[in-house]
């Protein structure tokens, strides 16, 4: 579960990314994060992990404090915590599984670190993990060669091999085209559905956040302003949190 | 000034006409003869010195027996076992040219690292890129004749040389490979719970590999060129024996080395480009 | 094999010696992966050490153990005879003189023939191949025994060295340009050949515009090149700085070679800058 109270987050330049945020997100919800570019919804996803840390109030994870774990604490945590990017943040010149194997890094010895000495056990549940995404026919080709779905495919699966109980995704779909994009959203349905973890993701478009996810949460300002079923949400709600300009949708092309 | 103003401004309420347009058509000529001038000058000044004496005596003497030799190489050099025939010859120039390369390629690490401006502070950067750039302009056989007087003359001076010379190129392409890193990865790896050796292991070394392989394959090319070269002053390898047969006129000789080096050169570019392209895409 | 999960993949030799493996994971589902080619580059790699290190008898121990005859070298080439500098500016201007017309030689050579060479606008096979078999065969050759053939023939001076200069330009800028060439978009000149014009019309108003500023680019390259490659002509005999750098070394005039190099350093230096500024411009 992870819980905000009172969340305040001011980045060093004095702009105040969040303020007072509360929030309530149990294991194995599907959330949407929506609002405009730079109301704070990646702010809220990295305070989450701790690639920001929180200024005032709050962060619990699972009952754990976030905001005091130190060094090697806060990289264990970081591991039941898998995050995805919008530029996918392959290394473009290794093989897909190789890509996926970095998951297991953090917890093997200098050595193998060292010489990337991976056992069988790890290769072939990395191999796995690149099933489930659907892609297990291209395990050993350098991801430089896949298309767009394709590599933010390995990155989930990537995250996925970390075993994780929560991800984060910043704009998962933001640099794929239309049905790409729809494909990787049920990718993440499926996946939350099936092993139980929890998805938050911010999200451009909000037709795909309405179609995909069951609970929409709406920023303005570091302020949120809606928080419920996507099912509720209403036309008036939705342009209050877009600041009355219209909400991008897939539809618009971005 | 304030008439001028009005004037442009009433030109732009006017619509262009072709007239207009055409009188505001960029003049590139203009440029192209000052390229060009400048050309014939410095062309001028350059051929004012460099005087056509014709031949020499024993300069058609040279051509002929150049060409005869090329045409009619000596065979038995040219496939003998012995250490002075050309194949036990040109092994020695690849040796040279292999550990040079090698060792440059190792040395230019560190040095690539320091210069990369994206990594070090700036003033630190800029000072390692002057002593590239220094290393880079004093000539290889310069080089080779200062070595010479640690190794005394021989192969081996030949590949510390190499191994030096080496440097200059070769941290210069690495600094390019170091400065376009993709740093994203490294964000994800932190994301991901990884330690800072971690992540240099599996964000920065799996970029940067291909183009290191890519850049000494590219060096060791041009360093088998070279290490005929340096024969010319005693640094092992072929050039040496080439220089003596040329300058003693047995041009048998001269031609089978010639041969042998030019069969060497191509296969080992052919070869060379080919791994390289393989890299840049991917097996 | 033919698992519904593999993509047909060509099999290489080594693929055929060394079979891929299948590997299946729990759930049934398997992939093919091929075999690492690393140890077997790597096993290759050692030999070439093991057998360079053999053929050269390279000591490192050696190196490290005289290394200080390099470094009271190198304490005298810092402390550079500046009274020696008159004697320095009429080799250099050579040297400089030599490179200019070298390269304006080689590369007015080298555009008729590169466009002859690519494949997009010489439409013989056989032409295309012969000139870049005669321009691979050219680049094989050292510019170091290009001088001293050329020394040979036509008598010691900077004609033998302008006269290496130009065919080492020559096979290098040929061989970069028809690489362009051939990316250039051929659209323009079909459009061109619909309008009605003929081969050359179409090819020197659609064609030229964008060879033009490549090939002016790789000239300057090869400018820069070509200074410090003609610094070391004189070597053999071929005019320029090489001259008293042997010269120096000969007498082991440390002090006035450090005059030399510095001298030599500023002229490379200001001309890459020069030539980088014009090359950025011209892109």
């Known amino acids: 579960m992870i819980e905000f109270k009172n969340v305040y987050k001011t980045y060093p330049n004095g702009f105040t990314a969040l303020k007072d945020v509360n929030l309530k997100i149990e294991q194995g919800e599907f959330v949407a994060i929506i609002g405009l570019s730079g109301a704070g919804k990646s702010t809220i996803l990295r305070c989450i992990n701790r690639m920001h840390d929180v200024t005032k109030g709050t962060l619990t994870v699972d009952g754990v404090d976030v905001n005091t774990l130190r ?36 917890d093997m010895d200098f050595f ?109 300002a570091g302020e949120i302003v809606f928080d419920g079923p996507a099912s509720t949400i209403t036309q008036e709600q939705i342009d209050f949190v877009y600041n009355g300009t219209k909400a991008p949708t897939l539809g618009d092309g971005e | ?86 194949p036990y010859l ?18 230019a690490i560190p040095f690539a690292f320091l210069a990369s401006t994206n990594i070090m502070p700036k003033p630190i950067a800029y000072l390692f890129r002057v002593i590239i750039l220094l290393i880079r302009t004093i000539p290889s056989l310069v080089w080779a004749l200062m070595w010479i007087r640690v190794t005394g003359p021989g192969a081996s001076c030949g590949v510390i040389t190499q191994s030096v010379c080496s440097i200059g190129m070769i941290s210069k392409m690495y600094i390019t490979a170091i400065e376009d890193l993709d740093t994203r990865i490294l964000e994800s790896l932190d994301a991901m719970g990884c330690n800072a050796f971690q992540k240099i292991r599996y964000g920065v070394i799996p970029q940067l590999t291909a183009s290191f392989i890519s850049t000494t394959i590219y060096r060791f090319d041009i360093n088998l060129k070279d290490a005929t070269t340096l024969g010319i002053v005693g640094a092992g390898g072929i050039g040496a024996s080439l220089v003596q047969c040329l300058n003693s006129r047995r041009w048998a000789m001269v031609g089978s080395f010639v041969w042998g080096l030019m069969i060497l050169v191509l296969i080992i570019e052919f070869i060379s480009t080919r791994v390289r392209k393989k890299l840049a895409r991917g097996q | 094999m033919d698992n519904e999960n593999t993509t047909p993949v060509k099999l290489t030799l080594f693929d055929k010696i060394f079979p891929p493996e299948l590997i299946t994971i729990p759930n049934g589902h398997s992939v093919l992966r091929r075999r690492s080619r690393a140890p077997l580059i790597l096993l290759l790699l050692l030999v070439a050490i093991y057998l360079s290190l053999k053929m050269t008898g390279f000591d490192m121990k050696l190196i490290i153990t005289r290394f200080d005859k390099l470094l009271d070298l190198f304490v005298k080439l810092f402390h550079p005879k500046w009274e020696f500098f008159n004697k320095v500016t009429g080799p250099l201007m050579d040297t400089i003189k030599m490179s200019i017309l070298g390269t304006v030689i080689g590369c007015l050579l080298a555009l008729p023939i590169a466009v002859l060479a690519s494949t997009n606008i010489c439409k013989s096979p056989v032409i295309v191949s012969v000139l870049r078999f005669i321009l691979a065969l ?69 064609c030229v515009p964008q060879i033009l500023p490549v090939y002016l680019s790789h000239s300057l390259y090869c400018f820069e090149m070509n200074v410090r490659a003609s610094a070391i002509l004189g070597y053999v005999g071929a005019g320029g700085l090489g001259i008293t750098i042997n010269e120096r070394i000969g007498w082991r005039d440390y002090n006035g070679l450090g005059m030399v190099l510095l001298s030599l350093f500023v002229v490379v230096v200001a001309i890459e800058f020069f030539s980088e500024y014009l090359r950025k411009k011209l892109s």
């Open chain 1, 71 to 106: 060094g090697k604490e806060l990289r264990r945590y970081r591991r039941k915590v898998g995050m995805i990017f919008q530029s996918f943040n392959l290394v473009n010149r290794s093989t897909a599984i190789k890509n996926v194997l970095t998951a297991d890094v953090p």
């Open chain 1, 112 to 220: 193998r670190v060292l010489f990337g000495i991976f056992s069988k056990v790890q290769k072939i549940r990395a191999l796995d993990s690149l099933d489930k995404v659907g892609i297990l026919d291209k395990a050993y080709t350098r991801c430089d060669q896949l298309s767009g779905g394709q590599q933010q495919r390995v990155a989930l699966a990537r995250t996925l091999n970390q075993n994780p109980k929560i991800i984060l995704a910043d704009e998962p779909v933001a640099s794929l085209d239309p049905i790409t994009a729809r494909q990787v959203m049920q990718d993440f349905v499926r996946i939350n559905k099936r092993y139980q973890i929890t998805i938050l993701l911010n999200i451009h478009h909000i037709d795909l956040a309405l179609q995909y996810c069951d609970r929409v949460i709406g920023v303005r």
């Open chain 2, 1 to 86: 000034m304030a008439e001028k103003f009005e004037q442009i401004e009433k030109s732009f309420d006017q619509k262009l006409t072709v007239a207009q347009m055409y009188l505001m058509r960029p003049r590139k000529w203009l440029m192209y003869t000052l390229i060009v001038l400048i050309l014939v000058v410095l062309v001028g000044w350059s051929g004012s010195s460099i005087h056509f004496e014709g031949l020499t005596v024993t300069g058609r003497e040279v051509a002929k027996g150049v060409v005869s030799g090329v045409t009619h190489p000596d065979m038995k050099l040219m496939f003998g076992t012995g250490d002075t025939d050309v």
């Open chain 2, 90 to 107: 040109l092994l020695q120039t690849m040796a040279i040219a292999v550990l040079g390369t090698l060792i440059g390629a190792i040395l």
């Open chain 3, 138 to 206: 050219i680049r094989t050759l050292p510019t170091l025994v290009i001088a001293l053939v050329c020394a040979l023939v036509f008598g010691l001076g900077t004609f033998a060295g302008t006269l290496a200069i130009s065919i080492f330009t020559f096979g290098i800028v040929a061989k970069m340009l028809y690489e362009s060439i051939e990316t250039i978009d051929m659209g323009p000149f079909e459009a061109m050949e619909a309008l009605g014009a003929n081969k050359f019309q179409a090819f020197w108003s659609a």
